[in-house]
């Protein structure tokens, strides 16, 4: 998959089926999409291309009251690429392209930029300044251009709920993941390079691994039990916190760390995938570091027993996935083996 910040150049531009959208989850509504867009795609011997938007236009137009962000872009990007995309363009969402008229959007971004021939959008799409662009305006243009448009519908669960960003972004608040799961098609994750930390973890008995977090509101904190891909031919078990670490940081910086039960290495520079298995509790800001080094051993102990529960040994082997568990495809090449 060719990821493109900004439309590609000339040399890079060819005929493409074409899809927009934040894709913020890349949940099973998304999916869905895109699996036609592949199949329409292969019928009309294209290419699948995805445009998407960094950051969020919601960020954009109102940084404040913005929701918390689902996933980072590399894993929206990864997302992407097992559901079959061949490229994505990641627009930089600022005032230039926020203000452009519904018909320059359809001039300059999918018939001259993308060379789209054929276009899929949701049934909430809209485009253009003020959000004047919606369906009928770009059917229209379609048959002006000569591109073919069509409209998929909300993706439902099986009680009839619409599958949404919002509302995975809602579970992920509430610490549901098996709704979260549910509406994914697979475990909740996160990935990153592993970081140097402050090394507090390592005194108190229990060294992590230190995820930096490029979003200040991700829609997931607390203490979780998760496994970790990337460090070994097997998911290793842990406990992790994500969030602001309120005991050892006024800084407002969000940090995701994580204790593996049963592994000791190093990790340093590594890029790893953090599946969120089971919310334990929320963060809290304890009164000195005996205290929360205390609250740190029942979170190890819990996270033990629901592993065993589950039936995983200490370094994660199972033969059975924990319910809800899925692959996104990430390759873990020997390099990353344990050493």
């Known amino acids: 998959m060719r990821v493109f910040r900004g439309l ?45 938007f ?52 359809v001039e300059r971004i999918i018939v001259n930029g993308l060379h789209a021939r054929w276009v899929m959008i949701g049934d909430d799409f809209r485009y253009g300044a003020k959000r004047a662009g919606d369906f009928a305006s770009l059917k229209a243009a379609g048959q002006h251009h000569g591109f073919e448009v069509e409209q998929m519908a909300t993706v439902a669960d099986p009680s009839g709920a619409r599958i949404s960003s919002s509302g995975v972004r809602a579970a992920l608040m509430a610490g549901d993941l098996d709704a979260a799961r549910g509406a994914l098609g697979r475990d909740y994750l996160i990935s990153g390079h592993v970081v140097h930390g402050m090394k507090l973890g390592r005194d108190l008995g229990f060294p992590t691994l230190n995820l930096p977090i490029a979003h200040k509101r991700p829609a997931l904190a607390g203490i979780f039990v998760v496994r970790v891909h990337g460090l070994g031919d097997q998911p290793l078990p842990g406990v992790a916190s994500l969030g602001l670490r309120p005991t050892v940081d006024d800084s ?15 990790a340093y520079g590594k890029l790893v995938r953090v599946e969120f298995l089971k919310k334990l509790r929320d ?14 051993a029942r979170d190890v102990v819990n996270a033990r027993e629901w592993f065993a529960a589950m039936g995983v040994n ?25 050493r």
């Open 8 to 52: 590609p150049n000339a040399e890079s531009r060819s005929p493409c089926a074409l899809t927009i959208g934040n894709f913020d989850g890349v949940h099973r509504g998304h999916q869905a999409l895109l699996a036609h867009v592949r199949a329409a795609a292969d019928a009309r011997g294209l290419p699948v291309c995805v445009m998407t």
């Open 54 to 105: 960094e950051p969020h236009p919601r960020e954009y137009f109102n940084p404040a009251g913005a929701p918390p962000r689902i996933a980072m872009l590399r894993d929206k990007l990864e997302a992407l690429r097992t559901n079959g995309v061949d490229r994505v363009v990641v627009e930089h969402f600022n005032h230039t392209f926020a203000s452009q008229s519904p018909e320059s959007f």
């Open 252 to 266: 407002g910086r969000v940090l995701l760390e994580v204790h593996l039960l049963d592994w000791h290495g190093d």
């Open 283 to 296: 963060e809290e800001k304890y009164i000195d570091l005996e205290t929360l080094t205390a609250a740190i």
């Open 314 to 338: 200490g370094m994660g082997h199972t033969g059975d996935t924990p319910p809800g568990s899925g692959s996104t495809g990430f390759a873990t090449s020997a390099t990353d083996r344990i």
